[in-house]
């Protein structure tokens, strides 16, 4: 089969370049924080026009490494929301939607005439707020 054969392929170029297609694919993303620590040393150097065109690259090289950023972050969130529909919900409820992400998790303890009635596990979503038993 084709893929078999792309699959063997990719594993004997990974094999002799000591390096995965997922390392490959990474590696741009992972170089920005040196362009831009690049850009900052050429900019303080330069002078006249060219310190402008630096400058602009180097806030163009922040721009992309914060909407990176953003971009790794609310895929993590999108991730976590998966994640618990699979676990809490063995995927019979379906959690996952276009607008839904992971917020934050903390706990929520009920008090009632200064007693401890209870706590729970919280998940909050952009969406709706969930809560299971402490185990």
Excluded at 38 to 45: A, C, I, Q, T, W
Excluded at 51 to 65: C, F, I
Excluded at 81 to 110: A, C, H, S
């Amino acid at each position: 089969d084709s893929f078999g054969a792309l699959d063997r392929f990719l594993k004997f170029e990974e094999d002799l370049m000591g390096e995965t297609v997922e390392d490959l694919r990474e590696a741009p993303v992972h170089r920005i924080p040196e362009y831009v620590s690049l850009f900052e040393e050429f900019s303080n150097k330069a002078q006249g026009s060219d310190a402008a065109s630096l400058k602009e690259a180097l806030q163009s090289m922040r721009d992309m490494g914060n909407y990176i950023n953003q971009s790794i972050q609310h895929m993590e969130a999108r991730q976590r929301v998966v994640t618990l529909q699979e676990v809490m919900f063995d995927n019979r409820i379906d959690l996952v939607t276009p607008d839904r992400y992971w917020v934050k998790e903390g706990i929520l303890t009920k008090d009632y005439n200064k007693q401890k009635l209870f706590h729970k596990r919280n998940d909050y979503f952009s969406s709706f707020f969930g809560y299971d038993s402490l185990r």
